[in-house]
């Protein structure tokens, strides 16, 4: 059996994190998002591996190449334009011939969602879960395990039973939605729609590990789930009087210095300097050479690579991104905040900053909980930051 994954996706309720980088490259547990698909593809003996690309699609090539370091043969197809999953997924079409599993590029899942839906899965079938907010995805209702609707994001409450965009079809199936693709059906849950008068589509149930990735801090909260299943593996050198505590894993390379604090889960890379007296708390992932220095304090964050962070620096659920330089007394506490993306606001409980890449910040610089720093911005001084800056803007 084949698995085509959709990853030729932008991201763009993602920025600035995808500025750079296709959103399933996201780091996550210092690996990318498709990984972790990959690795529950590997592990159901699903080994023939299509990805269909579009946006930053060399990111992904050069990453996964042919996939043998990874136990897999990985082919590419390629959507040049981003119009819809169904459109993503006909790209494939000349390289399908048997029975195949369809997965979007942008979940963190675990083998058992594959599993599921290989052992109890009717062609075609969509694997479904329980969703607290239902409103934000395909709503599907059943009748046993036979779907009767399926509705897109829906404005009034149907059901909290939702579709996470993993298929199990065949050749059959493929040329119908390609049939429906043709009168405007771009995505395939609108394909799977106005199939389904015309045939029987299946519902398989699933309590595995599925986590959708779509605005920027939702990074945070799939780091902390990614990390709650890592174990202990120190590679690195650690000093004397270094306290750690829980499941932690430090990377070739890195010295942790003396004083620092580690309780995990915690996630550090490799080539890193930690410490002296720096306090690492759960969730944090830090990625390959990045540099904490005294007297820092850094809790439910994740840390991307080649970011350097000053002394007496305090980050709590914050993202940076890679190439970040930060001089000393950052503050990046967390909050509640309103958040915009794309015209849409948000209440955040908990958050603290969102940093874009190579953004260079002074020091003694407080960040309020819920800002998002574009790409490329020169902060200066003592400064306080609020709201949402633009890539390359200049604060003084």
Known sequence: ??????????????????????????????????????????????????????????????????GARFDARISYAFQEKQIGTAHALIAAKHLLNENFVVLAGDNLIDAKIVSDLLHNGRIPSILVTE???????????????????????PEVMVGNIISTGVYLFNDEILNAIEIEMSTGALGITNAMQKMLGKLDI?????DGKWIDVVYPWDIIKVNAVALSSEGQAISGIVEDNVMIRGPVVIGAGTRVRSGTYINGPVLIGEGCEIGPH??????????????????????????????????HSHLSHTVI???????????????????????????????????????IIGSHVTIAPGTIVGAGCRISDGVRVSGNLENRCVVV
Do not use: H, W
């Open 1 to 66: 059996m084949k698995a085509v994954i959709l990853a030729a996706g932008e991201g763009m309720r993602l920025r600035p994190f995808t500025y750079s980088r296709p959103k399933p490259m996201l780091p996550i547990g210092n690996r990318p998002i498709l990984e972790y698909i990959i690795d529950a593809l590997v592990s159901n003996d699903i080994k023939d591996i299509i990805m269909v690309v579009g946006y930053k699609k060399e990111k992904i090539m050069s990453y996964f190449q042919d």
């Open 131 to 153: 969703s607290d907010i239902p409103s934000k995805y395909g709503v599907v209702q059943l009748e046993g395990n036979r779907i009767t609707s399926i509705a897109e994001k």
């Open 202 to 206: 299946y519902a398989v149930k699933t």
């Open 278 to 311: 720096v306090s690492i708390f759960p969730t944090t992932s830090i990625g390959n050479n990045v540099r904490i220095d005294a007297y820092t304090y850094v809790s439910n964050s994740v840390i991307m690579n080649n970011v350097c962070i000053g002394s």
């Open 321 to 359: 991104d890679e190439g970040v330089r930060i001089a000393s007394s950052l503050s990046c506490v967390c909050g509640q905040a309103f958040a915009k993306i794309d015209d849409e606001f948000f209440k955040l409980d908990n958050i603290g900053a969102l940093i874009g890449e190579d953004t």
